[in-house]
């Protein structure tokens, strides 16, 4: 990679008047900024379309978009909305309330898809949707189905519907199309929606210098539509439960471990098959994005395997995992695939053989640095150009509020490092990550607004009332931007 750097922002904290971050106007002026600042990339959390919990790593697909990202305002613009149908929105700039938000923009769509059939009849539009319908059928037909289902049975997880639709009975599947035809197209129309609003934004993202960068989770969630629609390749029981769920053994985030809840997979399937459904998956986000980073990337090698019986994460093994193979078969389709590793937590050598053997670049937190001697790796004395230095990411605390947090001792232990007895944090910490010999600098926007406590995004472990955090209109002004730019060419990237 290029010597660069780039801010950390998912897009559902953007501005907007109705409730949730989406794809237009904000999100068009975000990239401004990036460009102003001198910045190369824009890193967000996985796209899909979130369950319980609103995780963006918990989503419904491992393949389509969340419909909360849709604006609305461009819907008005083609003629899908009337612009009194936004009259009497919630106009709120605060914490994301993903139920109300999803309460109007679901019937919303659902007008919009009504007005788009009957107006649309023919025309390039409605063209680019039989196309859109016709080349993304692999995935989107069940995932239409799927989420037609959900409402049919009052979201219910998959497992607990009628035991022929839970097991995917041809008849059954059928008759379930007939009935629920109009449902099917809002989920199509919402799809082609969010594509066409993502392509149209990536499009001005590289034509102005500004690369996404995206995140692809190892793991997907119990209640979607790649499990009910593959469960040959998920370790379940006959009645579509799993046997084992994923998660992490007790770490620096919880003295219990984190227990995710995501079936494990069925490798000997996936190998039986060519890795088809993983190399489906890989070439979708190399289309949407310019940069992948894969989460979890150490489960590639060995996935920490947890009893589905168990409340914690302790009581787990180690299962090997053949991401060997699965590379090699993603480097036959698509050489030097554009991936960046998640190497953190408990890495062994293997996994660093595995990661090293592709040439993915890993990951140094620097929040991470500091709690151990001078061989720390998240030292930027002990880098190498083939990584990606952060202050901090989504699953840690802002840098502010970790620095307020930490002992007296080891403040004075972190000033002697920076050289300095009253360091100015967070800019202190973003200037020794961006003067880093890393070849990618990412920075929280948060760290760059210098915000506290209050506007920490995740909380791993918590199940509620994370990914709520919100930029908040203007915030990320002219002034700013001069400083991140000075910073920025001061060190080259």
């Given amino acids: 990679m290029k010597r660069s750097s780039g801010l950390l922002l998912h897009p559902v904290s953007l501005p907007s008047k109705h409730g949730i971050g989406n794809l237009g106007r904000e999100a068009h002026r975000f990239i401004d900024f990036l460009n102003t600042a001198g910045q190369s990339f824009w890193q967000f959390l996985p796209l899909g379309p979130t369950g319980y919990g609103n995780s963006p790593y918990n989503a419904l697909s491992a393949f389509a978009g969340n419909p909360l990202l849709?604006?609305?305002?461009?819907?008005?613009?083609?003629?899908?909305?009337?612009?009194?149908?936004?009259?009497?929105l919630p106009l709120t700039t605060d914490a994301i309330d993903y139920t109300a938000t999803h309460s109007f923009k679901t019937k919303l769509l659902a007008k919009a898809a009504s007005t788009f059939k009957t107006k649309q009849v023919k025309g390039d539009?409605?063209?680019?949707?039989?196309?859109?319908c016709k080349t993304e059928k692999g995935w989107l037909a069940d995932y239409c189905l799927?989420?037609?289902?959900?409402?049919?049975?009052?979201?219910?997880a998959w497992n607990a519907w009628p035991k022929l639709i839970k097991l995917r009975d041809s008849a059954a599947l059928a008759s379930s199309r007939d009935e629920l035809s109009a449902s099917l197209h809002r989920y199509s129309y919402e799809q082609f929606i969010f594509f066409e609003q993502w392509s149209n934004l990536k499009t001005y993202?590289?034509?102005n210098g500004i690369q996404l960068f995206g995140d692809l989770p190892i793991f997907v969630a119990e209640d979607s539509v790649d499990v009910w629609s593959h469960q040959d390749l998920f370790q379940l029981d006959p009645n579509g439960n799993p046997q084992n769920r994923a998660g992490v053994p007790p770490d620096y985030f919880s003295e219990t471990g984190q227990l995710w809840g995501n079936p494990l997979y069925r490798w000997d399937s996936h190998i039986s098959q060519n890795f088809s459904?993983?190399?489906?998956?890989?070439q979708h986000q190399f289309r949407m994005l310019d940069l992948v980073r894969i989460d979890h990337f150490r489960g590639?090698?060995?996935?920490?395997?947890?009893?589905?019986?168990?409340?914690?994460?302790?009581?787990?093994?180690?299962?090997?995992?053949p991401g060997e193979a699965l590379f090699d078969q993603l480097a036959r389709i698509h050489p030097a695939p554009p991936i960046v590793a998640e190497d953190l937590g408990v890495i062994t050598p293997e996994v660093v053989a595995l990661r090293e053997r592709f040439s993915f670049p890993g990951m140094k937190i620097l929040q991470f640095a500091f709690d151990s001697g001078p061989d720390n790796p998240y030292l930027p004395h002990n880098y190498?150009?083939?990584?990606?230095?952060?202050?901090?990411?989504?699953?840690?605390?802002t840098t502010l509020a970790w620095w307020h947090e930490l002992s007296a001792v080891r403040q004075e232990q972190i000033s002697a490092y920076l050289g300095k007895s009253f360091p100015e944090i967070p800019w202190d910490l973003i200037r020794l990550a961006m003067s880093s010999v890393a070849a990618l600098c990412i920075i929280p926007c948060q760290d760059i607004l210098g915000l506290g406590a209050e506007s920490r995004f995740n909380r791993p472990g918590q199940a509620t009332g994370n990914w709520r955090w919100?930029?908040?209109p203007e915030a990320l002004n002219n002034q700013l931007a001069a400083k991140l730019l000075e910073i920025t060419k001061i060190f080259n990237r």
């Fill in 300 to 321: 590639f090698q060995a996935c920490w395997s947890i009893p589905a019986k168990e409340k914690t994460a302790v009581n787990g093994h180690w299962e090997s995992a």
């Fill in 70 to 88: 849709i604006d609305l305002d461009l819907l008005v613009e083609v003629g899908d909305l009337n612009h009194a149908d936004l009259n009497g």
């Fill in 470 to 472: 919100r930029l908040q």
């Fill in 125 to 132: 539009r409605r063209d680019k949707f039989d196309q859109f």
């Fill in 384 to 397: 190498n150009e083939q990584c990606l230095v952060y202050t901090g990411t989504h699953d840690n605390n």
């Fill in 205 to 207: 993202a590289n034509v």
């Fill in 146 to 156: 799927f989420m037609s289902l959900r409402d049919h049975f009052d979201q219910r």
């Fill in 277 to 282: 459904w993983w190399t489906q998956r890989f």
